[in-house]
């Protein structure tokens, strides 16, 4: 089994985890990939936006049990958030509205009033463990530091308004920058086609997201999203796998296994 078939399987993952329909990461991916060839971003570089496109929210899942303690469905919450310039104001009434969802009146209220003075923490600490379970991850699967690194911007923010370090600019790894564009532009893309992909992009620029990479997405909108659309993601994806140094998967594998070496296909 390719590397590019163990990570695309577990971008699907990321699909149910945020009430996506399925490839809707593949298909992030395919956009972030083509965006990265328009910035003539090197070989090196676009590997990293391969891999961090793939797995950045791969740890999404990870604390269900503590989403849903203050959420209710963690699914619906996390389905909503491509909604929301998710910072501030903006962040907090979104968090309101979805603390004690499904909860009678009179406990929901009590649990927004625990929220208010105590949730935002619990949060934040949600944002740490994604990233660790990512970076985590990518190290068992013998993918280099940079890759490792990026995963931790994947809640970053151009404003610096995002977690859980509050990067800001290019302080932001570009793959992370590129995937958070993508994956946004492609919710809004599949509900409202060209337009309103270009409109969100552009009323989120310089705040969510990178100002240049939202100029170089909206001058080829058009075209990038028809292309999009034509595209067998999974078949592109697999296709466009990044070449890795020698043995490094095989490292990877060993490392998930415990250090048994790798099973033969029979």
């Known amino acids: 089994m390719r590397l590019a ?11 149910l985890g945020y009430g996506q329909p399925m490839e809707h990461v593949l298909r992030s991916c395919c956009l972030a990939l083509r965006l990265a060839a328009t910035l003539g971003l090197d070989e090196a ?6 891999y961090v496109g793939l797995l950045a929210c791969v740890g999404c899942f990870a604390d269900a049990h503590e989403q849903a303690r203050w959420f209710g469905d963690d699914i619906d919450l996390k389905a909503d958030m491509y909604d929301v310039d998710f910072a501030g104001l903006p962040m907090m009434a979104f968090m ?26 619990d949060v934040e600490g949600m944002y740490v463990t994604h ?11 013998g993918l280099d530091a940079g ?16 977690a859980p370090h509050g990067l800001k600019g290019e302080a932001v790894a570009i793959s992370a920058r ?5 994956r946004t532009v492609e919710v809004f893309y599949r509900r409202g086609g060209v337009c309103a992909a270009v409109e969100v992009a552009r009323s989120r620029r310089g705040s969510e997201f990178d100002p240049r990479l939202v100029d170089a997405f909206c001058d080829e909108a058009a075209a990038l999203l028809e292309e ?5 993601c999974w078949d592109a994806i697999i296709a466009a796998e990044p070449a890795l140094r020698a043995g490094a998967f095989a490292r990877g594998r060993r490392s998930l296994r415990g250090g048994r070496p790798p099973l033969r296909p029979t």
């Open 131 to 141: 990233c660790m379970v990512a970076g985590t991850l990518a190290e068992r699967l």
């Open 96 to 121: 309101m509205r979805h603390v004690g969802s499904g909860e009678p009146p009179l406990p929901r209220a009590r649990r927004r009033l625990a929220f208010m003075t105590g949730g935002r923490h």
């Open 178 to 182: 590129l995937m958070r564009l993508a």
């Open 5 to 15: 078939e163990i990570v695309a399987a577990l971008s699907l993952a990321t699909d």
């Open 45 to 50: 570089e676009r590997s990293r936006v391969y």
């Open 147 to 162: 890759v490792q690194s990026a995963l931790q911007h994947a809640y970053e923010r151009w404003d610096g308004k995002g």
């Open 228 to 232: 999009l659309a034509a595209t067998e």
